[in-house]
């Protein structure tokens, strides 16, 4: 639906997590990622080559992604200034901005005029039903977070790798912008309506074979307040058998909210699996997943250590050290 | 905003339940409906006037209310002869259904024709910003229940009834369409979009008076797989400082799931206290309100009787026998 390869515009980011979407993008499809776009002052760098329209597009860029997220979403006059000279240049834009392109006038009209796309894939293109709370074939698999944005699509994507090479049944459900962007398909769950939040997710992880496991993206955390309903009907739209815990240790609050410091894993996986067993009475918790993109190498490795033993699970940094132990623990469940 | 007093349109309701909003508006303001309107097999009664439309036309009635609520809600073919007949002759049409009167086109054609309005209280009219988790002044009352459609926003209305009466500060919030139609504002929270959830729960409870009580209308359960998103937003878009448990002691199955069974009392305070603290450390379980209606009086006393003596909170069925002792309970909070 959307061309590739891309180049992503990372706009005037303020830090790196601003760039979720590109960072998503770069490590998870990087031959679909020409270079990247900054404007003075990004503090985010995906480590392709920086370049103007005209190279990207002498280099084969088709679609310029804006993979910079603003809490609230506004599109300023400086990305504007961008935006319109890629569609002049022959690019199409792909967001997942709350605020839409084709909402914006002046987009809008130099899109129609130049007969570029504009890709929103932020809103939600299906009537979603109402969930219905019946018991689904196959096997399904939710990352939950003692946070917002501590790697739980990182964690889906690297379990979702790795069972593909064992030749095991798996597949990847996107429920945010990053991930349909990365993968062409989704449920875009924070804009859907609320009554619908549930029945998308069940939507998105129909009957299938009983071998067959999906590995769904997560959204928000229960501990954060702003986000929490989202990642509430997850869990319940999910229903899911085994869920991964996902923590990013040097956090010194909930991102967003200075008032609010992080649970434990403890916590989490009490507040998260009585929850999930109302859905699914025979859910799990099966693993633990560590971003330890702040520690060092040895820090991580005695972090994960000191986890696993203390919780009694597996635990690992999927991105770093691979996601091996939490497809073992899936493989385990049979 | 809305012209009373209205004839309440029941429909061909197949079941009491199903015609909750003209139920809320007979119970809670008698005053504004003047009589009902039934077609073949309704199933709900409100226990006032049958009236034609033009016998509630010389009563008075200025609005034609659909006061019956379909599961997914379709606007049927029956409903709609009534619908343009009532515009024809001179009401204005109001529903809290999710399909908009107003994205009908024979309704709209007709609406402009005649001049008169169609109020769909279901759409936002507020673009809410997101949940900032900051803590406000004034204090909070949220009704949680065991499942949907136990008695929480009767709980609500009951008690900031009784709060008034006894000279406290205190504001009936509506988050529903029975609410709002009954009251004229609130927010339609289950037609908000996810992730401004819990920022229009915030946007709806302002920082207020320290002895003022927002008396906040519950959503759905965090039991039932297909709302509890919603009501989870409730709980941290509020942050109350004080929970009320709602309970229908005869329902077989969590309401439209066959599958699932109520959680006890226990269970949904064990549950719902520890989320709340998340938003607000000092939210307490103050008292249980218990939906008596399927019980005879002997039944329905003992019953509160040895919930209070259980579970060790004031009880009551506020609609039945007052809501004194919940509002006693919020009273000793200070």
Known sequence: MIETPYLLFLGDAPDPLA????????????????????????????????????????AGAKTLVIGVANRGGVISQAWKKVLIAALEEGFDLASGLHNLLRDE????????????????????????????????????????????S????????????????????????????????????GVPLDAVIADFMAGSVEWLTPDNDDDHWDLIEGQGSLFHVSYSGVT????????????????????????????????????????????????????????????????????ARAYCEETEQRMGLPTTDPYRFGAAKLVDALAAMG
């Open 19 to 58: 760039a979720k979407v590109a960072q998503g993008i770069r490590d998870w499809r990087p031959e679909n990622a020409v270079g990247q776009l900054r404007l003075e002052g990004c503090q985010a760098d995906m480590k392709l080559p920086d370049m103007t329209l005209a190279e990207a597009k002498a």
């Open 232 to 299: 509430m009907a997850l869990i319940h739209g999910g229903q899911p058998d085994a869920l991964i815990l996902c923590h990013e240790p040097t956090r010194p609050h909930m991102r967003g909210l200075p008032g609010y410091t992080l649970p434990t894993l403890e916590t989490l996986r009490d507040t998260a699996l009585p929850l999930a067993r109302i859905a699914n009475p025979a859910c799990e918790v099966v693993g633990i997943s560590v971003n330890t993109q702040n520690m060092s190498e040895d820090e």
């Open 105 to 148: 006038p002046d987009l809008a009209a130099v899109a129609e005029a130049t007969g570029q796309a504009l890709h929103d894939v932020r809103v939600p293109e299906v009537d979603y039903p109402i969930a219905n709370g019946e018991k689904r074939r196959g096997k399904r698999c939710l990352a939950v977070g003692t946070d917002c």
């Open 150 to 185: 501590v790697g739980k699509m990182y964690t889906a994507m690297a379990m979702d790798g790795d069972m593909r090479e064992r030749g095991m049944k798996a597949t990847f459900r996107a429920t945010g912008q990053t991930g349909i962007l990365i993968t062409g398909d």
